[in-house]
């Protein structure tokens, strides 16, 4: 007999042995199926460390590296970049398409991921970084909750918040002020500490004049993040990104946009607007624009009538799943469905409208939000005999799209993953699961918008104006929150203030 002692928090000790016990009951050697426990202080305790740690190998602080992380870099954004890589918690913002997911990319892979963290506010924006929502890292369900039953429901994730050091947020206009809250005292709480989330190094980006917090009840609106008593102290330096990359070559939509961004429907974006009312007519007949809507079941109702409506045979893509960790996987595999934006079940005929859901090659086009059409399915010469679909993009290449594998890392270490052919069904999606994406061809009713910014949103989708078609065009919908206006005024007050201080400094 041998004994054990362990220094891990009771719940997680707990959670621990009961994988221990089930482990002992499989055919499977059981340590190869554990996963470490962790201390009170994030390590794996000393008795335990015959257990194969997670600790993952990190070397973005090599001047080789960080190079390779910063080459292609605005000035603006290796600004931001260096603070962050100082310690520093900062908040950056920007309009759509100026940058904000590629530069969060960045600071993701220049951190080390034994203690940093990339989360965002929804299951679709935390598809986009890589990373899990910040509901499933902090184990905080909602801002309603108590201050004891936060506490006791972050004690279950009590390994995450001891291990993490840094804390990255996206999309950080859809979580509400009292939610931010609530995280800033059970981090402090946690952690032990009077400082601003415990003393978690926080890197937040988002754009609060796009989606704003989720309301059941639309009489008492939630608060913006930047309402949270702890926002001040919790991001003391702030940036906004200027220069946009997703339009660069459409000036006249650049322009139109940002006017919609803060409200304005003067008669120039009335007349622009219009103006694409006629457009996609010249778009080859096999390939229709996305409709972007408000409503989800009004997504679904669209894409199932269209792929009915189509003759042929259908093709069927099941994805699969693997789970590396004798977790809960019903919460497992709520995570892989938050982080692969491919359904789990695709089905495909010929002439079918899709949409790659991830970034697969660059140099062809397959990237996140290129558009195509099903023009046949390809099968594998290998003993599987595997069918893939070959898709012709707007492009005008033809692929044959491989499945790709989506991986739900924690800590830096891979728990559990999913296989799947990154399209989905494309005549139409909703304006929420298109926030953060580039697409060729795009429809947009403006008469069915309910929300500040939600406008905005989709149109800024398209690339050029030619790819856009606006219908039901309404000016009255063209909105943007009076709060969120009233932040970016100060903000970019105080932003001119510190460069006219700066300029002094150096004269």
């Known amino acids: 007999m041998q004994m054990l002692f362990s220094n891990a928090h009771p719940e997680e000790l707990i959670d621990f042995l009961q994988e221990l016990i089930a482990a002992y009951k499989g055919s499977t050697p059981p340590r190869k199926r554990l996963r470490p426990l962790v201390d009170a202080d994030g390590n794996v305790p000393s008795p335990l460390k015959r257990l194969k740690s997670a600790k993952v190998e990190h070397a973005a602080h090599s001047p080789n590296t960080l190079e390779k992380l910063t080459r292609d870099l605005s000035d603006e954004q290796m600004a931001i970049f260096q ?48 990373g899990v929502t910040l509901h499933s890292f902090s184990g905080i369900l909602s801002g309603d909750m108590t201050f004891a039953q936060a506490v006791k429901a972050a004690k279950r994730k009590i390994g995450n918040w001891k291990r993490c050091k840094t804390l990255l947020i996206d999309e950080v206009s859809m979580i509400d002020g009292e939610y931010l809250d609530l995280l800033d005292a059970v981090a402090r ?115 199932e009538k269209f792929l009915t409506d189509l003759s042929g045979e259908e093709v069927a893509f099941t994805a ?120 060729d061809l795009v429809n947009v009713n403006i008469s069915k918008v309910f929300e500040f910014g939600q406008a905005y949103v989709a149109l800024s989708r398209a690339r050029t104006l030619e790819g856009l078609k606006v219908t039901g065009f309404t000016a009255a919908n063209i909105r943007a929150n009076p709060k969120a206006l009233q932040f970016y005024k100060k903000l970019r007050q105080a932003t001119k203030l510190a460069e006219t201080q700066k300029e002094n400094v150096n004269k």
């Open 320 to 439: 699969l799943d693997n789970y590396y960790t004798e977790g809960d996987r019903a919460a497992l595999t709520s995570q892989l469905d938050h982080l692969c934006p491919a359904p789990t079940a695709l089905v495909l005929k010929l002439g079918a409208q899709v949409m790659m859901c991830r970034n697969v090659d660059f140099k062809a086009g397959l990237v996140n939000g290129a558009r195509g059409v099903v023009v046949g399915f390809n099968t594998t010469a290998d003993r599987f005999g595997v069918r893939l679909p070959i898709v012709r993009f707007a492009s005008g290449a033809e692929k044959v799209v491989h499945s790709e594998t989506w991986a739900h890392k924690v800590f830096g270490r891979e728990v559990a993953a999913r296989t799947q052919v990154p399209l989905r069904l494309s005549w139409a999606i909703s304006v929420h699961k298109s926030q953060g994406m580039t697409i």
């Open 83 to 130: 603070m962050v890589q100082q310690g520093k918690s900062v908040f950056f913002t920007g309009g759509a398409g100026t940058g904000k997911s590629f530069l969060f990319k960045r600071l993701v892979r220049s951190l080390d991921p034994n203690t940093s963290v990339a989360t965002a506010s929804t299951g679709a924006a935390s598809h986009n970084i890589g």
């Open 189 to 303: 709480s946690v952690k032990n500490s009077t400082q601003p989330f415990g003393g978690l190094q926080v890197i937040i980006c988002g754009d609060f004049l796009q989606l704003p917090p989720v309301c059941k009840n639309r009489d008492v609106p939630k608060k913006f993040a930047f309402e949270a008593e702890c926002w001040p102290k919790l991001v003391p330096h702030c940036f906004e990104l200027r220069r946009i990359y997703r339009q660069k070559d459409d000036h006249q939509l650049i322009r139109v946009l940002r006017l919609i961004r803060v409200g304005v429907c003067n008669e120039e974006v009335q007349k622009v607007l219009r103006s694409t009312q006629t457009n996609n007519k010249s778009i080859a007949s096999d390939l229709k624009p996305t409709e972007l809507c408000t409503h989800v079941a009004e997504v679904e109702d669209k894409n």
